[in-house]
């Protein structure tokens, strides 16, 4: 594996960041449709292996082929973004504004929604045979995780709030490493490898992920889970891509960047 010190990685992050600003809006929207959209059969995928093999730790392990592929296709999740993006801003790339950053969240954002929304509906279709049939025991449990989840949290108060977005921080801290991991080397295998670990621990310790959550509370939704879109909004999906955005940012993006480009001078060591 070849491997590059964080000096060499850390700059092309700042360099991915800047290129994702320049890239058109027709570019990035299908990108992030695609994200979405794999994200979302990952999801399904492990979810699918957890419950057919009572292992949730094997469907850990299985689902980050899902991020895996997206990865190597440069397709982009909004909690990748919200990480490499604002190093563009941060180191004055010519013409990288707040505006600019704002506007590829926003359409990144988009795109990941309508990809897991299309899934989600797919899957419905799948599992009720053209809502003809009820979803069977995958979509029961689907429909239980996103209510646990939503009114889950609401039913804690101010309290379940705050440990939604603590769970969304610490899922982007392993998420953003999963992406950054992959630029420590240029071998195929090598980045494989270093994206599997951070995701699949996020996963198995069910930390909140916005893009995932886009699929799974809109497919709970049809099928079945006592809960609303309201419910959905503001107890997980507004919490979890706010904590998503700090996350990825305060433990990754940030540490990296002003210690690895914007270094301070050196100690003079008294002799």
């Known amino acids: 594996m070849s491997y590059l010190e964080p000096n060499e990685f850390v700059k092309k992050m700042v360099d991915a960041g800047e290129e994702k600003v320049y890239m058109s ?6 990108r992030a449709i ?4 794999i994200l979302a059969l990952a999801a399904v995928f492990a979810i699918t292996v957890a419950m057919k093999t009572g292992s949730p730790l094997l469907g850990a392990v299985l689902f980050p082929v899902g991020f895996i592929m997206l990865y190597l296709m440069k397709f982009d999740l909004l909690t990748g973004v919200f990480t490499l993006v604002p190093l563009a801003w941060l180191d004055k790339r010519p013409g990288v504004t707040f505006k600019q950053v704002l506007r590829n969240w926003g359409l990144v954002a ?3 929604l309508i990809g897991a929304l299309i899934v989600a509906f797919i899957m419905a279709y799948i599992f009720t045979f053209g809502f003809t049939t009820p ?6 449990k689907v429909s239980r995780i996103g ?3 939503t009114i889950g949290y609401q039913s804690h108060g101010t309290p379940g709030w705050f440990t939604v977005f603590i769970r969304a921080m610490l899922c982007n801290w392993m998420v953003s490493m999963g992406v950054v991991a992959a630029m420590i080397t ?19 310790m069910g930390f909140e992920h916005s893009i995932v959550n ?16 309201m419910d959905y909004l503001l107890w997980n999906e507004f919490p979890v891509a706010l904590g998503n955005l700090v996350g990825g940012l305060l433990f990754v993006g940030m540490p990296l960047y002003y210690t690895h480009v914007k270094t301070s001078p050196e100690r003079k060591l008294k002799r």
């Open 25 to 30: 809006t027709k570019d990035s929207l299908i």
């Open 214 to 229: 886009m699929f799974l509370f809109p497919f709970a939704l049809i099928m079945g889970g006592d809960f609303t879109v």
């Open 34 to 37: 695609m994200a979405g959209a």
């Open 135 to 140: 979803g069977g025991a995958i979509a029961e």
């Open 110 to 112: 988009l795109g990941n």
């Open 186 to 204: 240029t071998d195929t295998i090598g980045k494989i490898w270093a994206m599997w670990m951070p995701i699949m621990l996020f996963f198995f």
């Open 147 to 149: 209510e646990l989840r």
